[in-house]
């Protein structure tokens, strides 16, 4: 296009995000740094969600545009986008800043040729949506584009009373401080704990998945609120740093989502962990 900014330097790229790298905090959990940000428009593009989850990718039609953010990486960065979305391909696209000026930006997609239709994509997560409208507000995006997806369909939060819990704290079980799970840190023969919503869980996995676990809790910490609140921002609760900036319903949700996740079998099964005691945490509430 004539007067086209360039897309991209041997050492930087103009990303166009779409889904929740708009987000700072999308961004910021997943250690993405970009020199700058700026509201724009994927020109001759439609914002498509897709699969079970109601991802969002963008599909090339002529005429169509929609909005998101474009932040400028350099090869380091977009390395790690590229590993983030490694399931997903990489095409140019033209996207118009809001000063009138057109930059050539690499976007995130499917294959074109993969099949789509209400059969096999599902409406995005309120969460999910939520995600994108805050990016979108923090970074200007025009007023109309972030009431389409405020009003996008969605599939909506599960309300607190329907929360799953895991097993229960057996009968008799001790109550552990914090710095008695922070001791055991499978190192030198100690088992390896974690805690969650006021249980204690000991990780009972073994060989390569145990010594990933071990590394994890040195880089991420003993609490899944405090972790999972960074693999799976949510802009209702945020992204609480101390376990005494989490609310009781925030932790009710991670242990809902932990038990989703491990009664799935896709990652972890209920055996490969065990509730061994209760755990004197504080609460923001």
């Known amino acids: 296009m004539e007067g086209a900014a ?3 330097s041997d050492d930087i790229f103009w990303y166009f995000a779409i889904g929740s790298m708009i987000n700072p905090f999308g961004l910021g959990n997943r250690g993405i740094e970009v020199v700058e940000s700026q509201a724009a428009e994927a020109l001759d593009n439609k914002i498509y969600f897709y699969g079970s989850m109601g991802m969002a990718e963008a599909i090339a039609e002529e005429g169509s545009s929609f909005h998101g953010v ?3 990486v350099n090869p380091e960065n977009m390395a790690k986008l590229d590993r983030i979305e490694a399931c997903l391909l990489r095409r140019d696209i033209q996207a118009k800043l809001y000063d ?10 499917r294959d074109p040729s993969k099949e789509r239709g209400p059969h096999i994509d599902k409406n995005p997560s309120q969460r999910y949506l939520e995600i994108i409208a805050e990016g979108c507000k923090h970074f200007g995006v025009v007023q109309s584009y972030i009431d389409f997806i405020e009003k996008h369909p969605c599939v909506p939060r599960c309300l ?12 008799g ?18 088992p390896l704990y974690f805690t969650i919503n006021g249980k204690v869980r000991q990780n009972m996995m073994e060989g390569e998945d145990y010594l990933k676990s071990v590394d994890r809790s040195h880089r991420l910490g003993h609490h899944l609120e405090l972790i999972m609140c960074k693999m799976l921002y949510d802009p209702k609760y945020g992204c609480p ?7 009781r319903e925030h932790a009710a949700c991670i242990e809902d989502v932990t038990y989703n996740i491990a009664a799935s079998g896709k990652v972890n099964t209920m055996h490969e962990w065990k509730v061994i005691a209760n755990f004197d945490q504080p609460y923001k509430d």
């Open 241 to 247: 740093e101390t376990l005494d900036q989490v609310t």
């Open 100 to 109: 009138g000026s057109v930059v050539t930006a690499t976007v995130y997609c």
């Open 160 to 171: 607190p009373g329907d929360f799953k819990t895991l097993p229960p704290v057996p009968e």
């Open 70 to 72: 474009v932040h400028r």
């Open 6 to 8: 360039e897309s991209k």
């Open 173 to 190: 079980a001790p109550t552990m401080t914090l710095e008695e799970v922070l001791k055991n840190d499978g190192q030198d023969g100690r």
